[in-house]
């Protein structure tokens, strides 16, 4: 069991180079939440008109192409969450002091509000095939107010990744 023990702990010292290196590879990930993000604002406007009585598209149109967006967010942000979870764990075990670990802590708080607005969008995505009796612009609100409240979240989170990034740097543990 202490061969183990030590084991561990020795992977964990030896993966600690790569630590700032990850956490890039994370920034690159809230970049292409960015790219999703920019897809919700194309849905946006077409929910604008979406009650319109000339409207090509329909809730169910609507809502399967949230569907698509959803997944693709959902993908993006496992990646994300794989890649923080992992410089956590590792900080954790190598009983980190300075900042580094703190700041992953916090990168993990950030990335449960990510997932808290994603839940959201799945919430509007089942209710827009039942929202014949509201307007395109109530949908479309609706979904501004989320695609802010993540552009927010992933401005956050890119502030924390980019301190994480330094205090990794300072900390030696630069890839």
Do not use: F, W
Request: aromatic share 2%; proline share 3%; charged share 20%.
């Amino acid at each position: 069991m202490h061969t183990t023990t030590h084991n561990a702990a020795r992977e964990a010292v030896m993966a600690k180079p790569c630590l700032a290196q990850l956490v890039l590879q994370a920034e690159d990930d809230t970049e292409a939440l960015r790219t999703v993000l920019r897809a919700y604002r194309a849905i946006e406007t077409l929910m604008a008109y979406a009650t319109h009585p000339h409207a090509a598209v329909s809730g169910d149109e609507l809502a399967a192409l949230l569907l698509v967006h959803n997944r693709a967010m959902d993908i993006r942000l496992h990646a994300l969450a794989a890649k923080i979870e992992t410089v956590h764990t590792t900080l954790r075990a190598c009983a980190s002091d300075g900042p580094a670990a703190p700041l992953a802590l916090q990168a993990i708080d950030h990335l449960e509000n990510l997932r808290g607005v994603r839940e959201a969008y799945g919430a509007l995505q089942s209710l827009v095939p039942y929202a014949e009796h509201t307007t395109g612009d109530d949908l479309s609100a609706a979904l501004q107010m989320l695609n802010e409240a993540m552009t927010e979240h992933t401005a956050q989170m890119d502030d924390k990744l980019d301190a994480l990034h330094a205090a990794l740097v300072s900390q030696g543990t630069a890839a």
